[in-house]
């Protein structure tokens, strides 16, 4: 539990950290661009190749996977619909800046933290196919939503796919994977470098991104869309425990993945989608100490 509470007073502090610096003037918004550059191009893929070569296939895998696929196209679907008043910018930064979840960084420390590491499969297939989404999947979906109505090709999917690095960099990897070929050792030792940098960068590039001065009406917004996003998990949670038929720790696992804090990435793809609010940063945030609290709250109910 130490362990666990030491790693997430840690990541606040690096939010903490970015957030001063901005309001310093060391830091200007406008950093975050550069920051989230290097995340998405360079940290993000170097964490993803470690993460990937550790998956074994087998028969028991497509519970997760389509669990993992199908929350998020659920929280692509109620972030479009509640911001379907708004305009077309707004209603495709609701959907990708709800929809996510954030497994490597947070759920996976929790769960190695408290249970054997057969606990960990249910949860790296969840979060295989969650990658897919939230590396390129949801933004896609959002960018042809954003084209006003002209048709959409297979072209467009694919190149807005694989115009994402970290997606084609998971396709690749997980592709090797699967055929059994496992990326060097050397390689791998290479990439960790700047794959052990990716949560402190992401952290400290939502620092520079949230915005705490905020109208009334600016946090009434945030805080309903966070208490929609619990909710929804909730009753998902509540259906993959009692309704699911699988193993229990397969359930149990699942519950703790649909409380994950929302993917870190969701705010940079609101950028590239016309955002100029930090509403999904200051979201973002929010939910990584309200998850949290959630989360530690499952691991101890499931651990005991």
């Given at each position: 539990m130490g362990n666990i509470m030491v790693r997430a007073i840690g990541f606040i502090s690096i939010i903490a950290l970015g957030y001063f610096l901005k309001i310093k003037g060391a830091l200007k918004k406008e950093d975050a661009k550069v920051l989230s550059t290097i995340v998405m191009n360079v940290t993000l893929p170097c964490a993803l190749l470690s993460s990937v070569s550790a998956i074994k296939l087998g028969s028991s895998i497509f519970i997760p996977l389509a669990l993992g696929l199908f929350m998020n196209l659920?929280?692509?679907?109620?972030?479009?619909?509640?911001?379907?008043?708004?305009?077309?910018?707004?209603?495709?930064?609701?959907?990708?800046?709800?929809?996510?979840?954030?497994i490597?960084?947070?759920?996976?420390?929790?769960?190695?933290?408290?249970?054997?590491?057969?606990?960990?499969?249910?949860?790296?297939?969840?979060?295989?196919?969650n990658a897919l989404m939230v590396l390129g999947g949801n933004f896609t979906?959002?960018?042809?939503?954003n084209r006003n109505k002209e048709a959409m090709t297979i072209g467009d999917i694919i190149?807005?796919?694989?115009?994402?690095?970290?997606?084609?960099?998971?396709?690749?990897?997980?592709?090797?994977?699967?055929?059994?070929?496992?990326?060097?050792?050397?390689?791998?030792?290479?990439?960790?470098?700047?794959?052990?940098?990716?949560?402190?960068?992401?952290?400290?590039?939502?620092?520079?991104?949230?915005?705490?001065?905020?109208e009334r009406q600016d946090i009434f917004d945030l805080f309903r869309l966070l208490a929609l996003r619990?909710?929804?998990?909730g009753f998902a949670a509540l259906v993959f425990y009692f309704v699911l038929p699988?193993?229990?720790?397969?359930r149990q696992m699942l519950v703790i993945c649909v409380f994950s804090p929302i993917s870190?990435?969701?705010p940079v793809y609101a950028m590239r989608l016309g955002s100029k609010s930090s509403q999904p940063a200051n979201l973002n945030s929010l939910s990584i100490l309200t998850n949290l609290i959630i989360m530690t709250i499952l691991v101890l109910?499931?651990?005991s």
């Open positions: 659920v929280m692509d679907s109620i972030g479009y619909w509640e911001s379907r008043n708004k305009g077309m910018i707004a209603k495709t930064v609701g959907l990708v800046q709800i929809s996510g979840y954030n490597g960084t947070f759920t996976l420390p929790f769960v190695q933290a408290f249970f054997p590491a057969s606990y960990l499969v249910p949860v790296i297939l969840f979060d295989t196919s979906i959002a960018a042809n939503l190149r807005n796919l694989f115009g994402s690095v970290p997606f084609a960099v998971y396709i690749l990897a997980f592709t090797l994977a699967a055929i059994g070929i496992q990326i060097p050792s050397s390689v791998l030792s290479i990439t960790s470098i700047a794959g052990n940098a990716n949560p402190f960068m992401a952290m400290f590039m939502l620092g520079i991104m949230i915005d705490f001065k905020l619990i909710f929804v998990s699988a193993p229990l720790i397969v870190v990435v969701a109910i499931f651990a």
